[in-house]
């Protein structure tokens, strides 16, 4: 194997225990708001402290998938080119919405208000599939998303149809139990873009970082490597214990 295509396949631990800290404040969350939502409440999960929990883990991982949007830019972009390079990115993006919207559909049938219409992986995917537009424009992404973000704040101050829901805008009766629109939270995503490219140029780390051996970072570095699995199968296990420790299945 080259040295050129071991970079290109090798992962950075640091970035997946980063992405594991935000499973496990996913599921430290969900326990709880699952509690709430079953009529069992332990703490006030829609404000305060635990709303802001809420806000810090999803940014947590949309701002991971800015990062590793740039590696991966910088590192596909030694072999792929314009349409191809493109493409790869609406494929990889095209299926996470698809996950997305196999989201929507069951918490259509198994909720009905509240259902997902636009959630954390309808973020990610949309996101993927325009990031080419960014990706080349690195560290000044970073000025893009706050803007993005700025804009998104402002939205909150206006209603609008529910088709817009996935930009931002929505009518004021509008809930659900998942909501990362575009504006504000593709914002974050730029940020992640702009810091991925500042920290590792051309796909590389600047800085050597020496693996931490310890066993609880390998963990999380090994749940971060698969945080689509976990998020995916992690509301069901929730929910089933919940529901088995009580008696109520």
């Known amino acids: 194997m080259t040295e050129q295509s071991?970079?290109?396949?090798?992962?950075?631990?640091?970035?997946?225990?980063?992405?594991?800290?935000?499973?496990?404040?996913?599921?430290?969350?969900?326990?709880?708001?699952?509690l709430s939502y079953l009529g069992m409440p332990i703490v006030e999960v829609h404000s305060g402290f635990w709303r802001l929990f809420a806000i810090a883990t999803a940014s947590t991982f949309v701002f991971l998938v800015g990062v590793s949007l740039s590696i991966s830019h910088a590192r596909s972009s030694a072999h792929l080119h314009g349409r191809a390079l493109t493409m790869k990115y609406i494929r990889r993006g095209m299926g996470i919405l698809l996950l997305g919207l196999v989201i929507t559909l069951v918490t259509a049938l198994m909720i009905g208000e509240g259902m997902i219409i636009f959630g954390i992986l309808h973020l990610i995917g949309v996101s993927i599939m325009i990031a080419?537009?960014?990706?080349?424009?690195?560290?000044?992404?970073?000025?893009?998303?706050?803007?993005?973000?700025?804009?998104?704040?402002g939205l909150t101050a206006f209603e609008g149809p529910i088709w817009l829901a996935w930009m931002g805008l929505h009518p004021s009766w509008f809930y659900s139990l998942d909501y990362e629109p575009l504006f504000p939270w593709f914002g974050i995503v730029l940020i992640g873009i702009a810091v991925g490219s500042a920290l590792y140029p051309g796909g590389r780390r600047l800085v050597a970082i020496p693996e931490v051996q310890?066993?609880?970072?390998?963990?999380?570095s090994a749940a971060g490597r698969h945080s689509l699995f976990i998020y995916l199968l992690h509301q069901p296990v929730i929910i089933g214990l919940i529901l088995l420790g009580t008696g109520l299945l």
Do not use: S
């Open 214 to 220: 310890a066993v609880p970072v390998r963990a999380l």
């Open 132 to 153: 080419p537009l960014f990706l080349r424009l690195g560290c000044a992404n970073f000025m893009l998303g706050v803007g993005v973000i700025l804009i998104g704040i």
């Open 6 to 34: 071991a970079v290109c396949k090798e992962r950075y631990w640091e970035i997946d225990a980063f992405r594991g800290i935000a499973i496990v404040m996913m599921v430290t969350f969900h326990v709880l708001f699952d």
